[in-house]
């Protein structure tokens, strides 16, 4: 099974800053073929279900505030948050769809 | 406007089954995969179990093969998740969501049901 481990736990950011979580994949969730990183980030706010943000390591989803990018290929995926809003609080996870068998990181919680 | 909207969720003791259902709507269901992630209260996320287009690709998380089964109809816009034998480690919310274009990252995401598995 692949273990996605993100860093840190939690984090906290001032209003304005930026922040950056990672993610680390145990093998190489790259396909060496094209590129592509099999990697996706999610936002999940308090008493809501999960938003995807990121698809592919660094394809922001449709409606996504430009702030945030994601980044990184094989082992190493980093998501930031270039200017952290207030209603950017929430726990994000990244999640990889390399293996059959799909996981998830143990979530970082952003706080101001 | 995706809608996923799951229920059948509540108390039952452990030993006991559960069927879970989620009704979908706004998009062609027959066309995506399906997928159910569980998040016990206040902890991360963990893939259960998916499902191709047509039921020919189905796939579970070790710590529920032989318990759980996964179904859709697809002349209904309906998912479906049998819980067997659960145990008190079953106890979570249970999001139905929506694979992406025949990749498994989930871009849409009902509200969730509850299961809480207790004696």
């Known amino acids: 099974d692949i273990v996605l481990t993100q860093s840190p736990d939690s984090l906290a950011v001032s209003l304005g800053e930026r922040a950056t979580i990672n993610c680390k994949s145990s093998q190489s969730i790259s396909f060496s073929s094209n590129n592509r990183n099999f990697l996706a980030w999610y936002q999940q706010k308090p008493g809501q279900p999960p938003k ?16 945030f990018s994601g980044s990184g290929s ?13 209603e950017d609080v929430a726990v994000y996870y ?5 293996t059959s068998l799909y996981t998830f990181g143990q979530g970082t919680k952003l706080e101001i | 406007e995706v809608h996923l909207v799951e229920s059948g969720g509540g108390l039952v003791q452990p030993g006991r089954s559960l069927r879970l259902s989620c009704a979908a709507s706004g998009f062609i269901f027959g066309d995506y995969a399906m997928h159910w992630v569980r998040q016990a209260p206040g902890k991360g996320l963990e893939w259960v179990t998916g499902i191709n287009w047509n039921s020919g690709i189905i796939g579970y998380v070790d710590s529920v093969k032989g318990r759980f089964i996964i179904s859709r109809d697809n002349a209904k816009n309906a998912l479906y998740l049998q819980l067997n034998s659960l145990t008190t480690e079953d106890t979570a919310f ?16 009902g509200r969730g049901t509850l299961v809480t598995v207790s004696s």
């Open chain 1, 52 to 67: 995807l943000l990121i698809s592919w390591a660094s394809t922001r989803e449709s409606g996504v505030p430009d702030r």
């Open chain 2, 94 to 109: 249970y999001y139905c969501a929506r694979a992406r274009d025949g990749y498994n990252y989930f871009d849409y995401w």
């Open chain 1, 94 to 98: 990244c999640q990889q769809y390399y």
């Open chain 1, 74 to 86: 094989g082992t190493e995926f980093t998501l930031s948050i270039s200017s952290l809003q207030a």
